[in-house]
Each structure stands twice: as structure tokens, then as C-alpha cells.
């Protein structure tokens, strides 16, 4: 089974940027279409972006179109989410998904593995 490894969250200026990384590891990434979610204390964990296995596609939550990016790296074993001009409603935990069917879907319950979690806090 894979396992999620998010790093890279913290806390950064309204209009600044972050680049999360999600490593995975005890199986090739590859086998995997990718998620990010995020979520705010007492809300529903929501869709950010999705990467399908081989990278060429992807989709994005209309909140963050033009603004993040997601990546991946399958030699490195490793997804990224890029973000730009970041916005104080960006505040949340971001979480690094993965599932073994293709498709992009929004539902987190289409996402079988999950990592811990990292931080990113937008200041105003």
C-alpha cells in the first residue's frame, strides 16, 4: 500500500506563495491518480486540485483555477501543488490524496489513501 507524506505548509502573506509537496512511498506513484483537499476546523473536507497517473490531465476547484498548479514527478515518487497569490480564505490543513481508479473526481470518498496533513495559514 502507498503512504502520503504532505510537507511544506506554513504561514505566508495574503498574495504570497507555497509550494506543497506530497511524497509517497511503498508503492510507485505512478499507480495513482493524485488529490488535494483542504479543510477548515468544522467544515467538510473539499476538493483543490486532482492529477490524473501519467500527468496530462488535471482539474481544479473554481476557487483556485489561475492560482495553484498541481504536478507530479513520477520518478521522484512525488506530487506538488503550487500556489500563488494566496488569499486568507486559502487558510487550512491541505491533505494529499490517492486513488487507484482513474477519473478526477471531487468526492473525497472516491480517495482511498490518505496523508496527515500540513498547515498553510494566509495572513492578512
Not at 497517473?53 to 507530479?72: N, W
Not at 491533505?95 to 494566509?122: E, F, H, I, M, N
Request: glycine fraction near 12%; charge should be positive.
Amino acid at each position: 500500500q502507498v503512504q502520503l507524506v504532505e510537507s511544506g505548509g506554513g504561514l505566508v502573506q495574503a498574495g504570497g506563495s507555497l509550494r506543497l509537496s506530497c511524497a509517497a512511498s511503498g508503492r510507485t506513484l505512478s499507480l495513482y491518480t493524485m488529490g488535494w483537499f483542504r479543510q477548515v476546523l468544522g467544515k467538510e473536507r473539499e476538493f483543490v486540485a486532482g492529477i490524473s497517473k501519467s500527468g496530462t490531465s488535471s482539474r481544479y476547484a473554481d476557487s483556485v483555477k489561475a492560482r495553484f498548479t498541481i504536478s507530479r514527478d513520477n520518478a521522484e515518487n512525488t506530487v506538488y501543488l503550487q500556489m500563488n497569490s494566496l488569499k486568507t480564505e486559502d487558510t487550512a490543513v491541505y491533505y494529499c490524496a490517492a486513488r487507484g481508479d482513474y477519473g478526477l473526481p471531487l468526492r473525497q470518498s472516491y480517495y482511498d489513501k490518505w496523508g496527515q496533513g500540513t498547515q498553510v495559514t494566509v495572513s492578512s
